[in-house]
């Protein structure tokens, strides 16, 4: 297999920081690289969930010693040798420990199932949407349980930061890791205004992240289609951050500035005693969460359903809520857009990619000739909101390259948008 040509979005530069970045780690860079390729494959519907697991597993099992990966085929498979209920009883587990306990019982045939393929089995080789089709996307989704995700209104972003800031307290994140980012930028086919684009990680559905993950730490939980990351079960290889399309994974390098002994308890397990939110331990991934400690109620009822970027944001232009529900705050926004003829269509970042993201926006899409541009020259271009990393505070790895690892996080969104 050859990795000749450039697979990733994100373009050749980024694939090529990628590429020294896993040179530097212990662990294959070859294989990781070729497995991100294959990961947006599947995602595209070029390739099956289970011919992909059978192309990797043997390569991932000399390399990690373990091969939890998701797949297709595992999972009929085991169905058809299902004589005890125990599907329904495996599908109704959320916690690692829960599902190898009953994964036992099932037999080797199922070992290889993660939690990560039932977030998405419904979704995989789906078509990519076209921006006018959202709604239609939100009918098909409905009676499927809870879907989080945002609906982020670029029109009204004032570039103000105040989201990034809020998500690093809230996750006492370490200077430069910025897991919600917003970028300025111009971009040449839509006149000579500077624009904003607000980027958590996205939520895939279909998420070539987890694909890779040869743990399954990276996973797509199964109650709420949350993407996240147990911290206990990373081993830092960083195929996760290869592999995404998007570029919204931090490896924690060194020891987190706020110990463990300093965080708050309650906000570092989620629902089902995995160690998934704050900030991450060292020589582990980490990326925005959407906030699992809110959602599974322990920030109280009235948090159930927000995010600190949300509640944070002056022009309210984060609308986070159940994407599966009709009448959440996301869907009401979205309905409202669509009515308004003055507004521009929704879109999803990189949809040809098929990831089936959760963050659907309304505004500027931005196109191939899209670049980034510093706050400061956004500001002297009339975008007089605009608010510098610098400025609050808060370090800029993706810009500045301030930090000894800058070109690891270096880099931008795709969607036309290049450093
Ligand atoms: S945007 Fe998030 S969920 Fe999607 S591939 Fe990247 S890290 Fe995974
Ligand atoms: S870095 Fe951690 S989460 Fe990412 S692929 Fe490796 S083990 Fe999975
Ligand atoms: S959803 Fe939560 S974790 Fe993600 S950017 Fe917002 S505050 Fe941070």
């Not at 450039?6 to 896993?22: D, I, K, N, S």
Request: overall charge negative.
């Amino acid at each position: 297999m050859s990795t000749e040509d450039t697979f990733h979005p994100l373009g050749e530069e980024w694939e090529g920081e990628l590429e020294e970045m896993l040179d530097e780690t212990e662990y294959d860079t070859e294989l990781g690289l070729e497995m991100a390729r294959d990961a947006m494959r599947v995602t595209k519907g070029e390739l099956s969930d289970a011919e992909f697991h059978e192309r990797y597993h043997e390569d991932v099992l000399e390399e990690f010693d373990v091969d939890d990966r998701p797949t297709e085929a595992a999972w009929e498979e085991a169905k058809e040798a299902d004589d005890e209920g125990l599907i329904e009883r495996l599908a109704d587990v959320d916690t690692e420990q829960e599902r190898r306990e009953v994964m036992k019982k099932m037999g080797a045939g199922a070992a290889a199932v993660g939690l990560g393929a039932w977030g998405t089995a419904d979704n995989m080789a789906g078509e990519p949407e076209e921006p006018a089709s959202v709604a239609a996307a939100q009918e098909d989704d409905d009676d499927e349980g809870t879907q989080w995700g945002m609906a982020i209104d670029l029109e009204h972003c004032d570039g103000c930061l105040s989201c990034v800031v809020a998500c690093s307290q809230e996750n006492n994140l370490d200077m430069g890791v910025n897991w919600m980012y917003i970028f300025h930028y111009e971009d040449e086919d839509a006149g000579n205004d500077p624009k904003l684009m607000v980027r958590p990680c996205q939520h895939c559905s279909d998420a070539p992240c987890a694909k890779v993950c040869p743990t399954t730490a990276r996973h797509v939980r199964n109650s709420d289609g949350l993407v996240l990351t147990d911290y206990d079960v990373c081993i830092g290889c960083r195929y996760c951050q290869v592999a995404c399309p998007y570029g919204v994974n931090y490896f924690q390098w060194d020891e987190p500035d706020v110990p463990m002994a300093d965080l708050d308890t309650d906000h570092v397990y989620d629902a089902n005693g995995d160690w998934v939110d704050s900030r991450a331990p060292r020589g582990v991934m980490s990326k925005c969460t959407m906030c699992p400690t809110r959602q599974d109620g322990g920030f109280g009822d009235d948090n159930q359903g927000t995010t600190a970027c949300e509640q944070a944001c002056p022009p309210g232009i984060i609308h986070f809520g159940d994407l599966n529900d009709p009448e959440s705050e996301p869907n009401q926004f979205l309905e409202e857009a669509r009515e308004d003829p003055e507004k521009p269509s929704s879109f999803r970042l990189l949809q040809d990619v098929g990831t089936n993201p959760n963050v659907i926006y309304v505004g500027h899409e931005p196109g191939s000739n899209a670049n980034q541009i510093s706050a400061e020259e956004a500001r002297d271009r009339g975008l007089a909101t605009a608010v510098s990393y610098d400025q609050i505070g808060l370090v800029d790895n993706r810009k500045t390259g301030n930090d000894e690892h800058d070109g690891l996080d270096g880099g931008t969104i795709g969607g036309g948008l290049s450093p």
